[in-house]
């Protein structure tokens, strides 16, 4: 399997904290079967000021740690990039890095609230060559009431990532509700652990395939973790997916039926 967005490397943002941590969370990585992970701290300035460069130089110090102790994991370098004003010209002049230099990159947007205008922006990215991956929609807070917008940043042509953790239901009713209907609906492309420690928030995509490959076959199960993370690496599209004619409305009373438990 191949992971492509993880919180690996070592004291640069709220990932692992230490060298410790990170070589515990690269076994913990090797061992679930992940041979290829991608190293993608926060680039948020000014609170994570993290760049191409400095990505690049942790990364190596990382693979060289991870050689001396025998893991067998090959790390790629990577971001995850905050939704900002001057995000394309970031990605323009390389100071934030694609996924492996490709013309992928993850794109996280603010949590709690829906940004304006954000099918706007995502469009003229791709529109620069640039296709985002959408991070953890369905952990967003805003997607209980705009579910139509993940719907068109959808049809725009955006990679939409789910957190494996989602899908097994370690982050609660909700964010597992909308990774089953987006699943069910054919809107998921990739799945990742987003890891940040070795305990809370492991390097782990094995549960998360099993459980997709129960409800919806080996064929998207294999898709999901490892067909379309190796034809991003190789600046490929991803495959194929049978979408919905038109974006489907939020079923309010379904879902909260689902979250109190009825």
Request: charged letters at 20%; proline letters at 6%; glycine letters at 6%.
């Amino acid at each position: 399997m191949i992971d492509l967005h993880a919180h690996i490397l070592p004291g640069i943002d709220d990932g692992a904290k230490d060298l410790e941590m990170a070589l515990e969370m690269a076994r913990i990585a090797a061992a679930d079967g992940i041979t290829l992970l991608a190293c993608t701290p926060h680039v948020n300035a000014p609170i994570h000021n993290n760049t191409a460069q400095s990505i690049a130089q942790a990364t190596a110090t990382l693979q060289n740690h991870l050689a001396s102790h025998g893991i067998g994991l090959e790390l790629l370098v990577g971001a995850d990039i905050h939704l900002t004003a001057n995000l394309l010209q970031l990605l323009q002049d390389g100071t934030a890095p694609t996924l492996a230099g490709t013309g992928y990159f993850l794109l996280e947007p603010s949590h709690d609230v829906m940004p304006p205008h954000i099918d706007r922006f995502c469009a003229s990215v791709i529109e620069h060559g640039y296709t985002p991956i959408l991070t953890h929609p369905e952990r967003l807070a805003w997607i209980n009431q705009h579910y139509d917008v993940i719907c068109k940043l959808d049809s725009l042509g955006l990679v939409m990532q789910l957190t494996a953790g989602s899908v097994t239901g370690r982050f609660g009713r909700t964010a597992q509700y909308w990774a089953d209907r987006m699943l069910a609906e054919g809107r998921v492309d990739l799945i990742a652990s987003d890891a940040h420690d070795a305990k809370h928030r492991p390097p782990v995509l094995s549960k998360s395939r099993e459980a997709i490959e129960h409800r919806h076959g080996d064929e998207l199960a294999v898709m999901l973790t490892l067909n379309n993370p190796k034809a991003i690496l190789q600046n490929l599209p991803v495959a194929p997916r049978q979408r919905p004619k038109a974006p489907a409305a939020p079923a309010k009373k379904n879902f909260l039926d689902l979250i109190r438990g009825r």
